[in-house]
């Protein structure tokens, strides 16, 4: 029965990926319909604390979008890889890393990978030992990134046991870098060199390599200020988790949560975004 239940489970994940979209979540469900009304298995909690910072943290980096923030990170970041192109497979891997610890999410590297192929590419670097380390960077950093919902889902857990945030991030920061820095070199050894590739040349010859074409321009004011505001957001929710005694307090004598606190900053920012950096919020949601 256990086989047939992790069968239904990798199933749905497969199906899901195959459609797309919002397909993972359609499937999620169906999966999820088979192991409690067919299997007759007890359903669980829904994962509420989570779904709502994933929520919040996606928002505030929808508006970043909007307001040209991701695209002013995303030429940032270009210009430094660009300078050591020769240290590239380190580099790059680092930058997702700080990206995805300052958002809580790995998704919002998901505009620099067709920079740093790019860069790759005219760097004569196998692009996918570049764009492995780099993704893999981007996930592990979620378990270090202080807003991220494993880490809020790590802290209610740990709190109750008397350990407080700064001793959690002493221990998950440091990790997650280091391993995404194995990571990073493990894949930096990974297939021939881009001049002995046989397949890449023969593509290359016939055209068929295509060049990403990357925004160019003066970095206005409006992305400047937004890239600030989520920063700002950011470090705000560090120093009110790192000390409670800053948080709010209410009638029972309890601070606010940690998970509140990322949902008010994200969405303040989000909001400051959408006022002050002058796009209309269809662009964002």
């Not at 999620?28 to 007759?40: E, H």
């Not at 002493?170 to 050894?189: E, K, Q, T, Y």
């Not at 969405?267 to 269809?282: D, E, G, W, Y």
Request: aromatic letters at 8%.
């Amino acid at each position: 029965m256990v086989w047939l239940e992790i069968i239904v489970v990798l199933g749905a994940i497969f199906f899901g990926i195959r459609m797309g979209g919002i397909g993972i979540g359609l499937c999620g469900g169906l999966g999820l319909a088979v192991l409690t009304i067919g299997f007759g298995l007890p359903i669980g909690s829904p994962p509420v604390d989570v779904i709502l910072i994933i929520m919040t943290v996606v928002v505030a980096a929808s508006a970043l979008q909007a307001a040209g923030g991701m695209d002013y990170l995303v030429r940032l970041a270009s210009k430094f890889m660009r300078k050591k192109p020769k240290y590239l497979n380190i580099i790059a891997p680092i930058i997702t890393w700080v990206m995805t610890i300052m958002a809580g999410t790995g998704f919002i590297v998901f505009s620099m990978l067709p920079v740093i192929a790019e860069i790759a590419k005219d760097s004569g670097i196998r692009p996918s030992r570049t764009l492995a380390g780099s993704v893999v960077a981007s996930q592990i950093a979620i378990s270090g990134s202080p807003i991220s919902a494993a880490m809020a889902a790590m802290l209610t857990i740990m709190e109750g046991n008397g350990v407080t945030f700064i001793v959690v991030m002493s221990v998950c920061l440091p990790a997650s870098f280091v391993a995404a820095m194995v990571a990073a070199f493990i894949a930096s050894r990974q297939g021939c060199e881009l001049e002995d590739d046989e397949v890449y040349l023969e593509r290359l010859q016939k055209g068929l390599v295509h060049k990403y074409e990357e925004k160019t321009g003066e970095s206005t004011t409006r992305e400047k200020f937004s890239v600030v505001l989520f920063i700002i957001a950011t470090v705000a929710i560090v120093i009110l988790a790192a000390f409670p005694q800053l948080r709010p307090g209410f009638d029972i004598g309890k601070p606010m949560g940690t998970r509140d606190i990322i949902i008010i900053c994200m969405l303040s920012a989000a909001c400051l975004m959408v006022i002050f950096c002058k796009h209309h919020q269809t662009q964002s949601f």
